[in-house]
């Protein structure tokens, strides 16, 4: 099996001395600093894909903070021009945490809470994605409390199927998410926002599923949205997110030019007058960052499999286990050898699918006590990860221009028991 993909590993990476830098930094020694599992993440890289994503779709571009979130995060996404896409209290918290004025937040969800819906009005978001008939009564309900009305999308149900894994795939008829056009929901969603006293509606949302590389899927469901919304002369419109990334080395993604280009095309030949945006999240993050790891065990099966066992699992990557999602493997000390030692990359939880790599390669010199990196985890993996088996949550640096910094701390036992009464 061939080296790693260069194009899998994050905009500043080098080889020096064999070894893998991110940032300027060198691999190995964060690990020996920071201790493992660990996210890396390049700073520089998240930069890029940020200034690309609001070239592409103009200054209402957000970031779907359900990607990936801290408050550094945060802090970066909106340093470099962008909202921040936001689905729960937490994730407002957090935003508004890290300074980002409130007004600079979308609000989605399809089951907001009173409590949550409260907030964002009372804070200022700057729309709130109403996903149903039961959030527009919440919203009349606040409004003969606060006299408040605020500036509303509806999500839009363009009934397509993504081509993608079925749990990530919101596009189809038969979905929890938004008001679905097919069956004329939509339509009648749109005539009583228009009407309401409680809600402002500015324009109308799709989101047709994650991990998505197919263009011309989101320039359909721009046109259905469109047709939906024709006559109504509504200033904005947003086809969500869910632009794939290449996982593995034969996969390819459009980029995020690509996709921006495709959805003002498909716009534009519509009629489309409106301000078009979209809500990026794994093609901003996922990409810029690796995990790294060190090997516990190497358990050999002749002719069956050799397990080799890291320091973390599904409580830090849950993708592989959800969607059996693939990824690669390699020794950051060795990143340009060869690798022909097939491997099942395993976790060290109590269940036999705490797998995060199934058909690894790694270099036959591959030894316990390495350190191996799988590359393209900047997106689900610290945002879905949970302290199953009471692992401990891995830390997270940001690295640029050969220095490190510590965003998120590794967590500690005391910890785990802070909130037991």
């Given amino acids: ?107 989605h969800g399809n089951n907001k809470s009173l409590s949550e819906l409260r907030m964002a009005v009372d804070v200022g978001v700057a729309r709130i994605v109403v996903d149903s008939f039961d959030e527009l009564d919440r919203l009349d309900s606040l409004y003969a409390e606060t006299g408040v009305a605020p500036k509303v999308l509806l999500r839009l149900t363009p009934g397509i199927k993504a081509e993608t894994h079925d749990f990530i795939a919101t596009g189809q008829d038969d979905s929890k998410f938004g008001f679905t056009v097919s069956t004329g929901i939509a339509e009648q969603a749109i005539a009583r926002a228009s009407a309401a006293e409680s ?127 693939g990824y690669e493997t390699f020794l950051p000390r060795d990143v340009e050898a060869d690798r022909p030692k097939c491997v099942t990359v395993v976790g060290k939880h109590c269940e036999s699918g705490d797998v995060l790599v199934r058909d690894g390669q790694l270099p036959d010199s591959l030894t316990v006590g390495d350190i191996i990196a799988t590359p393209v985890t900047g997106a689900y993996g610290h945002s879905m990860g949970s302290n199953y088996n009471k692992v401990l949550r891995p830390a997270v640096v940001f690295v640029s221009d050969g220095e490190a910094r510590l965003v998120v701390r590794r967590e500690t036992f005391d910890d785990l028991t802070r909130l037991d009464v």
């Fill in 1 to 107: 099996m061939l080296p790693i993909a260069r194009r899998l590993l994050p905009e500043t990476h080098d080889v020096v001395g064999g070894r893998l830098q991110i940032g300027g930094c060198d691999a190995i020694e964060l690990a020996e600093e920071y201790g493992t599992p660990l996210f890396v993440y390049d700073e520089a890289h998240l930069r890029a894909r940020c200034r690309e994503a609001v070239e592409a779709f103009g200054d209402g571009v957000a970031f779907a903070t359900k990607a990936f979130l801290c408050s550094a995060m945060a802090k970066l996404a909106y340093e470099e021009g962008m909202h921040l896409d936001v689905a729960t209290g937490g994730e407002m918290h957090v935003a508004l945490h890290a300074g980002v004025p409130a007004d600079k937040l979308v609000l």
């Fill in 199 to 325: 809600v402002q509606l500015v324009g109308v949302h799709a989101h047709i599923g994650s991990q998505v590389f197919a263009v011309g899927s989101f320039a359909k469901a721009a046109k259905i949205i469109a047709d939906a919304a024709a006559g109504w002369d509504l200033p904005e419109m947003s086809v969500g997110g869910g632009l794939g990334v290449p996982y593995i080395n034969d996969e390819r993604a459009p980029t995020i030019g690509d996709w921006g280009r495709a959805v003002r095309e498909a716009c534009e030949a519509a009629g489309v007058t409106a301000d078009v945006s979209a809500e990026p999240g794994r093609s901003i993050v996922a990409a810029a960052a690796v995990t790294l790891y060190t090997v516990g065990t190497i358990k050999e099966l002749p002719d069956i499999r050799t397990y080799v066992a890291v320091d973390g699992g599904m409580s830090d990557n849950p993708r592989p286990v959800l969607y059996g999602s």
